[in-house]
């Protein structure tokens, strides 16, 4: 079993719909989750992070959690073409490593 | 003012050379690290200090030898460089922050692309 798994899709969605990324993990000791944006060529760039249990919002982005599913999600409002990347989701435990999922390539359609 | 800094940014190279990869960070970060990028995307952490030591080691291959030689800087040193080595080098560093949270968000440099011919 993966240690983060993830859709690795493409998800393709409308412009202006809603878009939604899943990761799930197996380490129940896991403290704080990431999702990243990595743009086709170029480096991952952190969007959101979240350790507590429920929703947590930025803009047109929302983080859910939920530690006894070990289940994460990122929700995308309104999306944009310009949001069409690979979406990581990022999971760490007590230590220093963070486990990243494989990505879900996310395409919005103007 | 570029945060986290790599070189080269290409590096195309023959079969058995040896190369060095460096990273600089201005953050002010205690913790640097190294991952490699797949063509699959996948990335995966090869190697991480925290204020010079040496914290992460993953199973890598004896070939790739990581040195920090002061907290802002983490370099990455292949022997004998194989076809299988061809991938995108990370680096990214992050400030420890003790209760963790968010606040050990790691930021990234822009990626060196290594091609093994």
């Known amino acids: 079993q993966k240690e983060v798994e993830q859709n690795s899709g493409p998800l393709s969605v409308p412009e202006g719909a809603i878009a939604s990324l899943n990761c799930t993990y197996s380490d129940r000791g896991s403290q704080s989750f990431f999702w990243y944006r990595q743009y086709s060529g170029k480096s991952p760039e952190l969007i959101m992070f979240i350790y507590s249990n429920g929703d947590k919002e930025d803009g047109r982005f929302t983080a859910q959690l939920n530690k006894a599913s070990q289940y994460v999600s990122l929700l995308i409002r309104d999306s944009q073409p310009s949001d069409s990347a690979t979406y990581l989701c990022?999971?760490?435990?007590?230590?220093?490593?963070?486990?990243f999922g494989a990505g879900t390539r996310l395409f919005v359609k103007a | 003012d570029t945060a986290v800094s790599q070189t080269p940014k290409y590096l195309v190279t023959q079969m058995g050379n040896d190369k060095s990869i460096k990273c600089e960070q201005n953050l002010g970060h205690d913790t640097m690290y190294w991952y490699k990028q797949d063509s699959k995307k996948f990335l995966k952490i090869m190697f991480s200090y925290n204020n010079k030591e040496l914290i992460i080691n993953e199973t890598v291959p004896n070939r790739f030898s990581p040195k920090s030689p002061d907290k802002a800087h983490l370099n990455l040193h292949i022997n004998s460089l194989e076809l299988g080595d061809s991938a995108v080098y990370f680096c990214?560093?992050?400030?420890?922050?003790?209760?963790?949270?968010?606040?050990?968000?790691?930021?990234f440099g822009p990626g060196t692309r290594l091609t093994v011919l």
């Open positions: 990214a560093s992050s400030q420890e922050v003790s209760g963790g949270g968010g606040r050990n968000t790691q930021y």
């Open positions: 990022a999971v760490r435990g007590g230590g220093f490593k963070t486990i």
